[in-house]
């Protein structure tokens, strides 16, 4: 077991920057896919970006390729995800996710296996 706590979000004005961090605790000596999805009300949750355990690779949704980044820390056991140029179509609940599996395996299946509580980030026009 896994878990998740996550922290970062606000209210921002479209064109700034924000910064959503992870933290993870207790079975953390396993190697896990962190990830972030996002959902908004009325709709499913959305693939927003993805980390395999060692940081070497990373996927993005089209939708926030060139503006999100995603890093970890695994001495610290944290996963960040860095936000610029925010529109305000990014305005949703942030969730920190974490798998079992590679990321070339879980992907941007909304059925990774751990799950924070989320953070809302809104985003003025």
């Known amino acids: 077991q896994v878990q998740l706590v996550e922290s970062g979000g606000g209210l921002v004005q479209a064109g700034e920057s924000l910064r959503l961090s992870c933290a993870a605790s207790?079975?953390?000596?396993?190697?896990?896919?962190m990830g972030w999805f996002r959902q908004t009300p009325g709709k499913e949750r959305e693939f927003v970006a993805g980390?395999?355990?060692?940081?070497?690779?990373?996927r993005y949704a089209l939708a926030v390729k060139d503006r999100f980044t995603i890093a970890r820390d695994n001495a610290k056991n944290t996963v960040d995800l860095q936000m610029n140029s925010l529109k305000p179509e990014d305005t949703a609940v942030y969730y920190c996710?974490?798998?079992?599996?590679?990321?070339?395996?879980?992907?941007?299946?909304?059925?990774?296996?751990?799950w924070g509580q989320g953070t809302q980030v809104t985003v003025s026009s």
């Open positions: 996710t974490a798998d079992r599996r590679l990321l070339s395996e879980v992907g941007i299946s909304p059925d990774y296996d751990y």
């Open positions: 207790g079975r953390t000596d396993r190697r896990y896919t």
């Open positions: 980390i395999s355990w060692n940081g070497g690779n990373q």
